[in-house]
């Protein structure tokens, strides 16, 4: 089945691309999103990189308590949707989790034990 797509904002294109909804990735060499990055390699990397980690933590640290347990939630239950259908996304989400609970260990360790937030 194929779609006709025209991308708008941040994304810059010359003309309007025919997309097989089933291979999308392969067909977006032409797209180029920020950094004149194609659009194919953004669908593909799903590591989690040293970036993510970094922009991770740097909105863990801004992020309230209740904003954290939020997020770190979200992240298990999207890594249980990937679960057996896709493991390296999986992976991706846990490592969210973990660095969001760790910021969020941090602030714990600061206060006496009585007031420490459960996950």
């Known amino acids: 089945m194929s779609k006709t797509w ?3 904002g941040k994304v810059s294109i010359s003309k309007t691309v025919a ?3 089933e291979r999308i990735c392969g067909m977006w ?3 180029r999103v920020e950094g004149n990055t194609p659009m ?12 993510h980690f970094d922009r991770w933590e ?3 640290k801004v992020c309230d308590v209740y904003t954290l347990k939020y997020i770190i ?7 249980e949707a990937m ?9 991706f989400y846990l490592d969210q989790a973990a ?12 206060l006496p034990a009585g007031l420490r937030h459960r996950i």
């Open 29 to 31: 060499d032409s797209i």
């Open 83 to 91: 679960k057996g259908f896709n493991p390296i996304r999986e992976g």
């Open 99 to 110: 660095t969001y609970g760790m910021e969020l260990t941090r602030r714990n360790r600061e």
């Open 40 to 51: 194919s390699t953004l669908c593909t990397q799903q590591f989690a990189t040293p970036e």
């Open 6 to 8: 025209t991308l708008t």
């Open 73 to 79: 939630k979200d992240c298990y239950s999207a890594a």
């Open 19 to 21: 997309v097989d909804t």
């Open 58 to 60: 740097a909105h863990a």
